[in-house]
Each structure stands twice: as structure tokens, then as C-alpha cells.
């Protein structure tokens, strides 16, 4: 059983900076692509970010893209999103998904695995 733990949201303000972790159960964790999606109230949940298993291939929206980083620990089972330059259209919940496939997706669809979610608000 492979679990996902997200961490890390929060309240802050326009132009601030978080850092989001997830905690991903299971001994595969170094063989999963990984991928961070958001879901604003009344809006479907949109891709962010996707890293691959070796953590040296990246992909990010455009709407994130200069400001969000996406990275990996193998060796701590997690997976960062370091966001900055926050704006108050980043407000949404973030969920943490994991892929057997290894490489990297945008695709919500490619992902067997998700997190509950983590709540990020940006206050203007």
C-alpha cells in the first residue's frame, strides 16, 4: 500500500514563499514519477509540477513556471514543491500524486496515487 502524506500549506501573503513536502510510504518511492497538482474551489484540479524517478527531468505549468521548484530525496521518500512569489490565483488545495510509469506527466489520469490534499491561501 503506497501512502502520501502532504505538508507544508499554509496562509501567506502575495510575494511570500512556501515549501510543500510529501511523504510517500513504501520501498518503490525511488522507481515513481511524482507530480504536484492544485484544485481551486469550483475549478477542476490543474497540473503544477513533475519530476521523474531520478529527480533530473522536470516539467512545470506555465503559470508556475520561474517560480515553483520541484524536487526529490530518495533517500527521504519525499518530494518537494518550494513555491515562491506566491499570488493569491495560487490559492488551491495541492495534492502530492505518485506514477509507477517513472517519468514525467501532466496527465492527472497517469497517477495511481494520491495525497489528501494540503490548503494553500494567498492573501492579496
Known amino acids: 500500500q503506497v501512502q502520501l502524506v502532504e505538508s507544508g500549506g499554509g496562509l501567506v501573503q502575495a510575494g511570500g514563499s512556501l515549501r510543500l513536502s510529501c511523504a510517500v510510504s513504501g520501498r518503490t518511492f525511488s522507481t515513481y514519477g511524482m507530480g504536484w497538482f492544485r484544485q481551486a474551489p469550483g475549478k477542476e484540479r490543474q497540473f503544477v509540477s513533475t519530476?521523474?524517478?531520478?529527480?533530473?527531468?522536470?516539467y512545470y505549468a506555465d503559470s508556475v513556471k520561474g517560480r515553483f521548484t520541484i524536487s526529490r530525496d530518495n533517500a527521504k521518500n519525499t518530494v518537494y514543491l518550494q513555491m515562491n512569489s506566491l499570488k493569491p490565483e495560487d490559492t488551491a488545495v495541492y495534492y502530492c500524486?505518485?506514477?509507477?510509469?517513472?517519468?514525467?506527466?501532466?496527465?492527472?489520469?497517469?497517477?495511481?496515487?494520491w495525497g489528501q490534499g494540503t490548503q494553500v491561501t494567498v492573501s492579496s
Open positions: 519530476i521523474n524517478w531520478s529527480g533530473h527531468t522536470t
Open positions: 500524486a505518485a506514477t509507477e510509469f517513472g517519468g514525467i506527466s501532466s496527465i492527472a489520469r497517469a497517477y495511481q496515487y
